[in-house]
């Protein structure tokens, strides 16, 4: 027996089966993101829609989110958004369903490569169901969108520092991607922050001006968005329009994340 073609086979049998199981946790994925999609608005969706019904972008800037809380990204993108497709419920958080699907592709990528198949595909189904993924997905707000540029931004700093040959193109990716987590959510732009700073001990001569350069272009691209940043870091956050947590919410957080069942936990 020819081991060595037995052995290509085994490995092409494997990789056939890994992408099988990918297709097919992504279909179910989209199947629960896309089913029942049309439910009332939440409170803070209704609150996100009423901020984009000016009549200008100047206006979008000053009385849509220059007051508000978060990053001013996701504030654009309904505002186009919604006067090209309406404002039905369906209509609006199909995007937002559409880059769930698409953070559970990313998710698999990641942790395939960083701990192998068997892991990525773990990830990847527990995001595909889980009530915490499957609800932010859901909804046309900040949070499922800004996991998703956190999974595509970490697949790019991935390639870019470890790839044999890093490549201008996964430095932009990447520079494109980190910028997006920043206009997304202050949680997402945080990660990017910290997963550009940890970059740097993991730099060598051939990726090192190629990741300086992508960090700086992320953050000329955020940096018109530098004043109203700061104007959300005086309006204050927990205490004053946010309850305070108690003293036991993170072990509750991660017994929600875990839909609240000890089998999945």
């Given at each position: 027996?020819?081991?060595?073609?037995?052995?290509?086979?085994?490995?092409?049998?494997?990789?056939?089966?890994?992408?099988?199981?990918?297709?097919?946790?992504?279909?179910?994925?989209?199947?629960?993101?896309?089913?029942?999609?049309?439910?009332?608005?939440?409170?803070?969706?209704?609150?996100?829609?009423?901020?984009?019904?000016?009549?200008?972008?100047?206006?979008?800037?000053?009385?849509?989110?220059?007051?508000?809380?978060?990053?001013?990204?996701?504030?654009?993108?309904?505002?186009?958004?919604?006067?090209?497709?309406?404002?039905?419920?369906?209509?609006?958080?199909?995007?937002?369903?559409?880059?769930?699907?698409?953070?559970?592709?990313?998710?698999?990528?990641?942790?395939?490569?960083?701990?192998?198949?068997?892991?990525?595909?773990?990830?990847?189904?527990?995001?595909?169901?889980?009530?915490?993924?499957?609800?932010?997905?859901?909804?046309?707000?900040?949070?499922?969108?800004?996991?998703?540029?956190?999974?595509?931004?970490?697949?790019?700093?991935t390639r870019l520092l470890f790839d044999?040959?890093?490549?201008?193109?996964?430095?932009?990716?990447?520079?494109?991607?980190?910028a997006a987590c920043m206009y997304t959510?202050?949680?997402?732009?945080?990660?990017?922050?910290?997963?550009?700073?940890?970059?740097?001990?993991?730099?060598?001569?051939?990726?090192?001006?190629?990741?300086?350069?992508?960090?700086?272009?992320?953050?000329?691209?955020?940096?018109?968005?530098?004043?109203?940043?700061?104007?959300?870091?005086?309006?204050?956050?927990?205490?004053?329009?946010?309850?305070?947590?108690?003293?036991?919410?993170?072990?509750?957080?991660?017994?929600?994340?875990?839909?609240?069942?000890?089998?999945?936990?």
């Open positions: 027996m020819n081991f060595a073609k037995l052995l290509r086979e085994t490995k092409n049998d494997q990789h056939k089966r890994y992408w099988l199981l990918t297709g097919l946790i992504l279909l179910v994925a989209l199947a629960l993101r896309l089913t029942g999609l049309g439910f009332s608005y939440s409170n803070d969706e209704l609150s996100a829609l009423v901020r984009v019904r000016f009549d200008s972008f100047s206006q979008l800037v000053d009385d849509g989110f220059y007051v508000d809380g978060h990053p001013g990204g996701i504030q654009v993108f309904l505002y186009y958004w919604v006067k090209l497709f309406g404002m039905s419920e369906w209509a609006v958080r199909l995007p937002f369903a559409l880059t769930g699907v698409l953070a559970v592709y990313f998710a698999i990528r990641v942790f395939t490569r960083w701990f192998g198949p068997t892991a990525g595909l773990l990830t990847g189904a527990f995001l595909a169901f889980l009530e915490f993924s499957l609800l932010y997905s859901q909804i046309a707000r900040p949070y499922g969108a800004g996991l998703f540029f956190s999974m595509i931004m970490t697949w790019y700093w044999e040959k890093p490549k201008v193109s996964l430095a932009l990716a990447y520079a494109l991607a980190a959510h202050y949680f997402s732009f945080l990660f990017a922050l910290i997963a550009g700073v940890t970059g740097l001990f993991f730099l060598n001569r051939k990726s090192l001006f190629l990741y300086i350069g992508a960090g700086l272009t992320a953050a000329l691209l955020f940096s018109p968005h530098i004043y109203i940043t700061l104007n959300h870091l005086s309006i204050g956050g927990v205490g004053l329009w946010l309850a305070k947590p108690e003293n036991a919410w993170l072990l509750k957080h991660v017994w929600y994340i875990f839909n609240e069942s000890y089998w999945i936990l």
